[in-house]
């Protein structure tokens, strides 16, 4: 039972077009190199991931200005990947889930923490992703 959920909160994210890295190696694969904005969803099993994050990040998507790439660890299940990401992010930013980090080619430029969607309105949360979206991808 415990798989179905995870997979349904991980289908709510790879719908959006979200490539999941499940590995280290993945993570490595994909991140320093990439050009372009991206932005790595941190989704976790928590209520306010599914009751406010992933359907924030749905609304924000349909904003006109969006990253180039759309990437997502799973925290609670892929420790390793999520792990391997929070060291490419850097030790002065404290590990948060669920959470969004937007990348310009490779380099973290921004971080929305959970203490940023826990307590917030699904609004709120796509207001806030919809902001950084247009200070990076425009």
């Known amino acids: 039972m415990y798989d179905i959920l995870i997979n349904q909160m991980r289908d709510e994210v790879t719908r959006l077009g979200a490539?999941?890295?499940?590995?280290?190696?993945?993570?490595?694969a994909t991140i320093p190199s990439a050009t372009g904005t991206m932005l790595v969803v941190i989704n976790s099993t928590c209520g306010c991931a599914g009751g406010?994050?992933?359907?924030?990040?749905a609304k924000a998507l349909q904003h006109s200005g969006?990253?180039?790439?759309?990437?997502t660890v799973f925290a609670s299940t892929d420790r390793e990947a999520t792990a391997r990401l929070r060291q490419i992010i850097g030790p002065e930013v404290p590990p948060s889930s669920p959470s969004f980090a937007i990348f310009r080619d490779g380099k973290m430029v921004e971080m929305v923490h959970r203490n940023q969607i826990e307590g917030h309105t699904v609004d709120q949360v796509t207001e806030?992703?919809?902001?950084?979206?247009?200070?990076?991808?425009?």
Do not use: I, M, S, Y
Request: aromatic share 4%.
């Open 19 to 28: 490539k999941e890295l499940r590995t280290p190696q993945e993570v490595d």
């Open 52 to 57: 406010t994050a992933r359907p924030a990040l």
């Open 66 to 71: 969006t990253p180039g790439q759309l990437t």
């Open 128 to 138: 806030t992703l919809v902001n950084v979206f247009e200070r990076h991808c425009v």
